[in-house]
């Protein structure tokens, strides 16, 4: 089963009941659950919903492990720009818990710390990030039919444009004799994949109990047995009358507000409450910072039985009125009467069976940029490599070598003058005092490293003369560490050509056995997906042979970093309505390809706007299985991939990772010369994670 996110479509949905449904559902199926919330209340206490969920199914983890931050973070981040921190923060909270539970269960915002408007999107976007299945609760409370189905209808396409996975939607507190029709109507409006719940309203549930009031006026009990906190308030009076006037306005389940010194006021409330000939009063709120007179306290401490509960403000009886008019109804732990009624609500109007199904066979295959770049960050981290970065005076270079270092990715080795390094390194106030730092002309492996290449390229002519001037270069020695071992990856190209960067590797790091391509990818972090582009930086012109081993090796590393491979090789024609040259030879690498690799999803010839727009894909190729849906993307020469990686990097806001490089013995990476310090980290993690020795030889590569 997948992770669920629960999220409100507004401000009074009653997604509590849901909640408190689906922990019911999935801890019945014997897995470890846990429970997450976007943001912690102010003060050490749980808000009522984390309450009660930990309490009823005793959590095993402690309150601060169940919220991703405080409501004024999250202002702070979202005031100054940087919401994509903020859902940083919060996911890496997410993902803490998530590694101790089978899956968790999140209860989306309240709608009283963001601004409202923002909120449905926020939690949509954080329910993409944690790779969670969205639930989303429309407010049926005080709507006609058509005003709900008019919510229903807004509410699934802000969801739809954020690219939610959405599970189900459930209207809740729909009038009794208006569910049906709604149902019917809401069927109409959503797809064959989409499920709807309408579940009435519940009249116990919307209304607040004595201990709900007690709570939200932070008020004193100065009477009341455990079971009087639990009486549910229908209405709620202020007594100013004499009692024989008074009486005649008690209602059932009434709650009476009156000051502390209205004796007579107290009497009456306790004795209507015993008569059979009066409505049940269900509390007394007694204001102004006033207890009862003594003697009064002395009758109601000798009561046998004390039903009532009496609770004191320190706020005048108009100021009191006005706060208790605020509060809004919710379920306090230890609720029983009201967990049962919001159990047997969701249970008596969503099929849980079908349900339960729904969520075996559907698993996101989503991945969002954010999601991807934490997976990298992990990975990197769990085994840590040596990386060696050969521009080490280059501004990016060193504000993403505070990143990596403060986080713990990777040990990392600058090179260049360490008098100037460290110069620049105060200039711009980072804390890079333990960096290791190597000048490649007066290190003393210089001459060592020489020996190494003169005897790999003496072939080629070259003297121990030039191989010793060559190790002057920082991307030669650079790739010598990686050669003999002293490093185990590097990272280049922030302001040293492709060529500069990578020449070193092919003369002396070489290609794996039985791999004749080196080629590299891109990974494409685009605001909703990632994809993989290849190959946009090695290969000018690639045959049909050199295409396929760039489909192949691209679907490996796609798998490797946990996208799931749909290759689409690229022309400017789909299928078999165009002719010439470079059309079969893309034709003939989609042959040799899937001859190689039967098994993988593979598609070509085929437009870029029909390999991923779905709308498109079905008047173009409805038949194909990748169409639409690729996330592997194969240039069909260099001049193409080049240019559109970076088309869409600039005019679509991507971060392009890359390019990788596939198919050398040992990781080294290169970046382009405009790169982020973004970049510039997650390129250091995928070559931390190759260094891993985690990406696999790829089938079907030729022996």
Not at 231 to 237: A, E, G, L, R
Not at 505 to 510: D, G, M
Not at 575 to 602: H, M, N, T, Y
Request: one cysteine or more; proline letters at 5%.
């Amino acid at each position: 089963m997948q992770s669920v996110y629960i999220a409100g479509a507004g401000s009074g949905s009653g997604k509590s009941v849901v909640v408190l449904g689906f922990m019911e559902m999935l801890l019945a199926t014997n897995r470890r659950v846990g429970f997450f919330r976007p943001f912690a209340p102010k003060g050490a206490e749980p808000d009522n919903l984390t309450a009660l969920i930990r309490s009823r199914y005793d959590l095993p983890f402690p309150p601060q492990m169940l919220y991703g931050c405080n409501v004024e973070t999250a202002r702070q981040l979202i005031g100054s720009g940087h919401y994509d921190d903020l859902l940083k923060l919060i996911m890496n909270r997410f993902k803490v818990l998530e590694e101790r539970c089978d899956l968790v269960v999140c209860a989306g915002t309240d709608y009283s710390g963001l601004v409202p408007a923002l909120e449905f999107g926020f939690n949509a976007d954080l329910a993409n990030n944690f790779g969670c299945s969205l639930v989303v609760v429309v407010k049926g409370f005080g709507r006609n039919p058509q005003e709900a189905l008019d919510a229903l209808h807004i509410a699934h396409e802000l969801m739809r444009k954020r690219g939610g996975d959405l599970l189900a939607t459930v209207v809740n507190g729909v009038a009794p004799d208006a569910v049906e029709g709604l149902k019917d109507q809401a069927r109409g409006l959503l797809t064959e994949t989409e499920t709807v719940y309408v579940l009435p309203e519940q009249p116990a549930l919307g209304m607040p109990t004595v201990g709900e009031i007690s709570q939200g006026l932070n008020a004193k009990c100065l009477y009341g047995e455990a079971d009087a906190l639990n009486q549910v308030v229908t209405n709620y009076k202020i007594a100013a009358m004499e009692v024989p006037d008074f009486l005649g306005y008690v209602e059932d389940g009434c709650l009476v507000i009156t000051p502390g010194d209205r004796s007579d006021i107290i009497l009456a409330c306790l004795a209507a409450d015993v008569a059979t000939s009066f409505p049940r009063v269900a509390g007394l709120l007694l204001t102004g910072g006033q207890s009862p007179a003594e003697n009064v306290q002395r009758l109601i401490e000798g009561l046998r039985r004390k039903k009532v509960a009496i609770l004191q403000v320190p706020t005048d009886t108009f100021t009191t009125a006005l706060d208790v008019n605020r509060i809004e109804a919710t379920i306090l732990p230890g609720d029983d009467r009201k967990i049962a009624a919001a159990l047997g609500l969701f249970e008596g109007h969503v099929d849980m069976d079908e349900l339960r199904g729904r969520m075996v066979v559907r698993h996101s295959g989503r991945i969002t940029p954010l999601m991807f770049e934490y997976e990298l960050i992990r990975r990197a981290k769990s085994l840590r490599q040596r990386i060696v970065l050969p521009e080490g005076a280059d501004e990016r270079i060193l504000r993403a070598a505070e990143i990596l270092t403060l986080r713990n990715v990777a040990d990392l080795t600058l090179l260049g003058n360490p008098e100037r390094i460290r110069r620049r390194i105060g200039e711009l106030g980072l804390k890079l005092d333990d960096i290791r730092i190597i000048h490649p002309v007066t290190s003393p492996d210089r001459e060592r490293y020489a020996r190494t290449y003169y005897e790999l390229r003496k072939h080629k002519g070259i003297s121990e003369q030039m191989a010793y001037d060559a190790l002057e270069d920082v991307s030669y020695f650079g790739t010598l560490m990686v050669y003999h071992g002293d490093a185990d990856g590097m990272v280049s190209g922030a302001t040293h050509t492709t060529q500069h960067t990578i020449r070193p590797a092919f003369e002396t790091v070489k290609t794996k056995p039985g791999v004749k391509l080196v080629s590299s990818v891109f990974f494409m972090c685009l605001p909703g997906r990632v994809l993989v582009y290849g190959d946009c930086a090695v290969n000018p012109n690639p045959d049909s042979e050199e295409l396929a081993d760039i489909a192949i090796t691209s679907a490996a590393t796609a798998t490797a970093f946990g996208i799931k491979p749909c290759v689409a090789m690229l022309s400017y024609s789909s299928g078999s309505s165009g002719k010439g040259e470079d059309v079969e030879r893309v034709r003939d690498a989609v042959c040799i390809a899937r001859e190689r690799r039967p098994d993988l999803k593979l598609e070509g010839p085929i437009q870029y706007d029909a390999a991923v727009d779905v709308g498109v894909a079905r008047s173009k190729m409805p038949e194909s299985e990748v169409a639409g849906h690729a996330t592997v993307l194969v240039f069909p020469d260099l001049n193409t991939g080049n240019n559109t990686y970076k088309a869409v990097q600039r005019s679509a806001g991507a971060v392009a990772i890359g390019p990788v490089l596939q198919g050398l013995n040992k990781p080294v990476n290169d970046l382009s010369r405009g790169c982020s310090v973004t970049d510039i980290v997650n390129t250091v993690a995928i070559t931390a994670i190759q260094a891993q020795g985690e990406l696999p030889r790829p089938e079907g590569a030729p022996s």
